[in-house]
């Protein structure tokens, strides 16, 4: 026999209250769901829980032996879970986490290293690969969680905004100087290598459509003559004096302050990249990637 807990629950609490005005008020229902509820619980049973006189309600000889029972046993696994929920040290289970090679290094080590003070009987599994192979992931039911940039299949994830990145253009001063560039305005750009995640220059382009729709055509064929799916490899090659590139201003800061590195056209305006943890949509998760994915939003704030 299965059993509605929520019935049950709806149950012990007219029980207790003798009053099915003041179960409905307590627990946030209408008086017409809460007799709902105890009707298909008799249905269930196939015994008459309450019995109705003078206006009051009264548990049935049946009511009372199945109260008593349910009630125990409410209190017993409530001060269960209570004891699960407030050791954190009892904490045990694995998260299986997808995300870029890039991200998990550069964000998830220092996360990681918080969290498992509070829950270190908590473990972790690292599925490193690009971000639709995350999502993949995910879908398919191998992950717990995921870090990205891009979802496709926003109407199956569950996508909390986890923290965004603006992208600053910039070359090396050396590069500057050794190509006697002058670039005052986007146009300016064309005549130069341009280093970018992919071949296409998604992100150049990106950038061009924020400031001037315009001017996107004379980009349509322009190509990277460096391109690499890891900002870490696209700074290396901005370094090496090799073109220009668009990329996270986090990852530049130390070069620009030391003026190894320049910001072309700096009152234009940047674009951002959020990074979003992704679940499965109306997938019950467990207590650990829960307390987890708390803390990793928590940090950001």
Not at 32 to 54: H, P, T, W, Y
Not at 83 to 96: A, F, K, P, Q
Not at 115 to 126: A, D, I, L, N, T
Not at 137 to 150: A, C, S
């Amino acid at each position: 026999m299965i059993i509605d807990y929520n019935r049950l629950k709806t149950f012990t609490t007219v029980a207790k209250l003798e009053s099915i005005t003041k179960a409905a008020s307590l627990l946030h229902l209408t008086q017409q769901a809460v007799s709902s509820q105890i009707q298909l619980l008799e249905e269930d049973l196939g015994v008459l829980l309450f019995k109705r006189a003078n206006r009051k309600i009264y548990l049935t000889k049946e009511g009372r032996r199945i109260n008593a029972t349910v009630s125990s046993n409410f209190t017993l696994m409530e001060n269960d879970i209570s004891i699960v929920v407030n050791d954190l040290n009892s904490l045990e289970d694995t998260i299986v986490i997808g995300a870029s090679t890039e991200i998990a290094e550069l964000m998830l080590g220092d996360l990681i290293s918080e969290f498992h003070k509070s829950y270190p009987g908590v473990k972790f599994e690292f599925i490193l690969g690009e971000d639709s192979q995350t999502e993949a992931g995910i879908l398919e039911g191998r992950l717990d969680i995921g870090f990205v940039v891009f979802s496709k299949e926003v109407k199956l994830l569950e996508i909390r905004p986890y923290r965004s990145e603006e992208f600053v253009t910039v070359a090396s001063t050396k590069f500057l100087k050794n190509n006697k560039c002058r670039i005052d305005k986007l146009v300016d750009i064309l005549d130069y290598p341009v280093i970018d995640f992919k071949p296409e220059c998604p992100s150049l382009r990106t950038w061009v459509l924020k400031n001037d729709k315009k001017l996107l055509k004379h980009f349509e064929n322009k190509t990277a003559a460096f391109s690499a799916n890891d900002d870490r490899m696209i700074k290396k090659l901005v370094l090496s004096d090799l073109g220009i590139a668009n990329m996270p201003k986090t990852l530049v800061e130390k070069e620009l302050s030391e003026g190894i590195t320049q910001v072309l056209l700096p009152g234009f305006k940047n674009i951002k990249a959020g990074i979003d943890i992704i679940s499965m949509k109306r997938k019950t998760t467990s207590l650990a990637v829960q307390k987890f994915v708390s803390s990793v939003l928590l940090s950001c704030e």
